[in-house]
């Protein structure tokens, strides 16, 4: 069975990363390796989300759902939670 | 160290951005709102109260215009006031703000409650002052002869036993910050090395430098030619190439804009030609670098005796700058690089007038709506200074001059000053068998510098791709 992987667009723009999210970008080596294959990481420079003066940088989306203030421990944590659900 | 990390360093370029945003569009006036709009009422506080943190964010602000709280003649004068008079490195380089310190209290060992006041009761058993009593069934450490030697710490089995530290006392490698009488650290401004760890470590972002933008951005208006210096270590900044980093920068207002990699092989070439001459004597002590300015504030300030061996030539800063104002006599030379005490080394050489650090040229590209990697590439000289460019990363200093020279020498690397390294290099020093002293006093050399944008790591990755 094909499952459908898990789309993630980080924010490349200057602004994230200046902000703390220069590291965001080499997301794909602090995965473990039952994360890294189901999920597809694009970047892209700036998605508008810090036109937003409510939110705050550095963004990250996964399946379209902004993470503001994004960390490589935060989107991980938010990569197992999905996971698990799909397993269910 | 890595920045961004925290959010005082968040705070810090996020204020950068915003001041530097209205300075940009001419309109000081907005710069009085931006305590307010950081902290409105009823946003959750990090101090006591939003009231705090908006004078404690005034005071930031004041600091990277080059004021600090005791030029504050008049409580009531706006802070747009001084970003129409901003006085940059011209009165200080860190800044110590008494409003934002914590008043830590001295670094202690501290039993917590976790203490099951046991019968094995170690921490008792191996303190070698006697400093351990039981009250009450639990452990209680008496500071007066306690010397922080940190055994009943490694001894609990229960982990009972906490190092409370003073962040910025911890982490300055000659012991230049100190609390004063009134309970708030200090800076010794004759013993500091400007290496930035204390504003790295502050949890309460206490420290800040000041900043020459503002009056660059003077410079920028007039007529003047303004002529960019970049150090090598902009190549792990940002996520894409040189060329269009290079376009970003001359974007920002920069009528040229130029590699310190270049003037890095000058000092190479002058630095081995010293080399080989000291070597042809029988025996000698080794020639120490000069390229790392915390360095060479360090022997100034604290291993006099070093001095006769540190290299005579300048370095890749005043050299790159020398060519330029060669070629451009009246430009305003700007070093743009990792550093806050290139920002000194800056202030007191002829050649360069001012030193801005990788976190504003960051915060400029933001405020100026710079997107880095969108820029149309620059061209660069058609001669790639390669071995300058090495001179960025920890032992590309000494591979440079290995390389020039044509031989083998011997070389000692200090990659990061504390006081260890410093012990262990005073060891080689009398040793005798050494040719050349690299020393760079961050961790990873200026990739791992203060003002960096990105982790060492993360400079070194992006390098690499």
């Given at each position: 069975?094909?499952?459908?992987?898990?789309?993630?667009?980080?924010c490349t723009g200057t602004l994230c990363h200046v902000l703390g999210g220069a590291e965001l970008?080499?997301?794909?080596?602090?995965?473990?390796?039952?994360?890294?294959?189901?999920?597809?990481?694009?970047?892209?420079?700036c998605?508008?989300?810090c036109?937003?003066?409510?939110?705050?940088p550095p963004?990250?989306?996964?399946?379209?759902?902004?993470?503001?203030?994004?960390?490589?421990?935060?989107?991980?944590?938010?990569?197992?939670?999905?996971?698990?659900?799909?397993?269910? | 160290?890595?920045p961004n990390?925290?959010?005082?360093s968040i705070i810090r370029k996020d204020l950068l951005i915003r001041?530097y945003r209205?300075?940009?569009?001419?309109?000081?006036?907005?710069?009085?709102?931006?305590?307010?709009?950081?902290?409105?009422?009823?946003?959750?506080?990090?101090?006591?109260?939003?009231?705090?943190?908006?004078?404690?964010?005034?005071?930031?602000?004041?600091?990277?215009?080059?004021?600090?709280?005791?030029?504050?003649?008049?409580?009531?004068?706006?802070?747009?006031?001084?970003?129409?008079?901003?006085?940059?490195?011209?009165?200080?380089?860190?800044?110590?703000?008494?409003?934002?310190?914590?008043?830590?209290?001295?670094?202690?060992?501290?039993?917590?409650?976790?203490?099951?006041?046991?019968?094995?009761?170690?921490?008792?058993?191996?303190?070698?002052?006697?400093?351990?009593?039981?009250?009450?069934?639990?452990?209680?450490?008496?500071?007066?002869?306690?010397?922080?030697?940190?055994?009943?710490?490694?001894?609990?089995?229960?982990?009972?036993?906490?190092?409370?530290?003073?962040?910025?006392?911890?982490?300055?490698?000659?012991?230049?910050?100190?609390?004063?009488?009134?309970?708030?650290?200090?800076?010794?401004?004759?013993?500091?090395?400007?290496?930035?760890?204390?504003?790295?470590?502050?949890?309460?972002?206490?420290?800040?430098?000041?900043?020459?933008?503002?009056?660059?951005?003077?410079?920028?208006?007039?007529?003047?030619?303004?002529?960019?210096?970049?150090?090598?270590?902009?190549?792990?900044q940002f996520r894409?190439?040189?060329?269009?980093?290079?376009?970003a920068?001359?974007?920002?207002?920069?009528?040229?804009?130029?590699?310190?990699?270049?003037?890095?092989?000058?000092?190479?070439?002058?630095?081995?030609?010293?080399?080989?001459?000291?070597?042809?004597?029988?025996?000698?002590?080794?020639?120490?670098?000069?390229?790392?300015?915390?360095?060479?504030?360090?022997?100034?300030?604290?291993?006099?005796?070093?001095?006769?061996?540190?290299?005579?030539?300048?370095?890749?800063?005043?050299?790159?700058?020398?060519?330029?104002?060669?070629?451009?006599?009246?430009?305003?030379?700007?070093?743009?690089?990792?550093?806050?005490?290139?920002?000194?080394?800056?202030?007191?050489?002829?050649?360069?007038?001012?030193?801005?650090t990788f976190e504003e040229l960051g915060a400029v590209f933001v405020a100026a709506g710079i997107e880095v990697?969108?820029?149309?590439?620059?061209?660069?000289?058609?001669?790639?200074?390669?071995?300058?460019?090495?001179?960025?990363?920890?032992?590309?200093?000494?591979?440079?001059?290995?390389?020039?020279?044509?031989?083998?020498?011997?070389?000692?690397?200090?990659?990061?000053?504390?006081?260890?390294?410093?012990?262990?290099?005073?060891?080689?020093?009398?040793?005798?068998?050494?040719?050349?002293?690299?020393?760079?006093?961050?961790?990873?050399?200026?990739?791992?510098?203060?003002q960096s944008l990105t982790?060492?790591?993360?400079?070194?990755?992006?390098?690499?791709?």
């Amino acid at each position: 069975m094909e499952t459908k992987k898990i789309q993630i667009v980080i924010c490349t723009g200057t602004l994230c990363h200046v902000l703390g999210g220069a590291e965001l970008p080499s997301l794909e080596q602090h995965l473990p390796d039952h994360l890294k294959n189901q999920v597809e990481i694009k970047g892209s420079p700036c998605i508008n989300h810090c036109k937003n003066t409510d939110m705050r940088p550095p963004f990250v989306e996964i399946n379209g759902e902004v993470i503001e203030q994004a960390s490589i421990t935060r989107i991980r944590e938010h990569l197992e939670k999905l996971t698990a659900n799909d397993s269910k | 160290m890595t920045p961004n990390k925290n959010n005082a360093s968040i705070i810090r370029k996020d204020l950068l951005i915003r001041l530097y945003r209205e300075l940009l569009s001419n309109d000081t006036a907005n710069v009085d709102r931006i305590p307010i709009i950081i902290k409105p009422r009823g946003r959750e506080p990090w101090r006591c109260c939003v009231y705090k943190d908006r004078a404690v964010l005034k005071y930031k602000i004041m600091s990277m215009l080059g004021y600090s709280e005791a030029d504050e003649k008049d409580e009531l004068t706006p802070l747009s006031w001084y970003a129409e008079h901003p006085k940059g490195t011209n009165s200080f380089y860190l800044n110590l703000i008494e409003e934002a310190c914590s008043n830590c209290p001295p670094p202690s060992y501290v039993v917590t409650n976790l203490c099951r006041g046991c019968e094995a009761r170690p921490c008792q058993v191996n303190c070698p002052k006697d400093a351990v009593s039981f009250q009450n069934g639990q452990a209680v450490i008496n500071a007066e002869n306690c010397i922080n030697c940190g055994k009943c710490m490694r001894e609990c089995p229960y982990n009972a036993i906490h190092y409370q530290p003073r962040p910025c006392e911890d982490v300055c490698p000659v012991d230049a910050i100190y609390q004063n009488p009134k309970g708030y650290e200090e800076i010794d401004m004759e013993k500091c090395i400007l290496c930035g760890r204390c504003l790295q470590s502050c949890p309460f972002g206490a420290v800040i430098p000041s900043s020459d933008f503002p009056l660059l951005l003077e410079d920028m208006k007039s007529e003047t030619p303004v002529v960019a210096i970049v150090a090598p270590a902009v190549a792990g900044q940002f996520r894409t190439s040189l060329e269009k980093i290079y376009a970003a920068i001359r974007n920002v207002g920069f009528d040229e804009v130029y590699e310190v990699a270049e003037g890095a092989e000058k000092t190479a070439s002058l630095e081995s030609a010293e080399l080989l001459h000291l070597k042809a004597q029988n025996e000698h002590p080794g020639l120490m670098s000069s390229c790392c300015p915390a360095w060479v504030n360090f022997v100034k300030g604290n291993k006099q005796e070093w001095k006769a061996h540190v290299s005579d030539t300048s370095s890749p800063m005043v050299l790159t700058a020398q060519s330029v104002k060669e070629k451009i006599p009246n430009a305003k030379v700007v070093f743009i690089g990792p550093c806050l005490a290139k920002k000194e080394e800056a202030h007191s050489s002829a050649e360069v007038d001012y030193a801005i650090t990788f976190e504003e040229l960051g915060a400029v590209f933001v405020a100026a709506g710079i997107e880095v990697a969108n820029q149309e590439a620059d061209s660069m000289s058609e001669k790639t200074p390669e071995i300058g460019r090495g001179f960025s990363a920890s032992g590309g200093v000494a591979r440079a001059i290995e390389k020039v020279a044509g031989q083998k020498i011997n070389a000692y690397i200090v990659n990061g000053i504390d006081k260890m390294s410093i012990r262990q290099m005073a060891k080689a020093v009398k040793d005798k068998k050494t040719d050349f002293f690299e020393v760079m006093c961050c961790e990873e050399g200026c990739l791992g510098g203060s003002q960096s944008l990105t982790s060492a790591n993360e400079a070194k990755r992006i390098i690499k791709n």
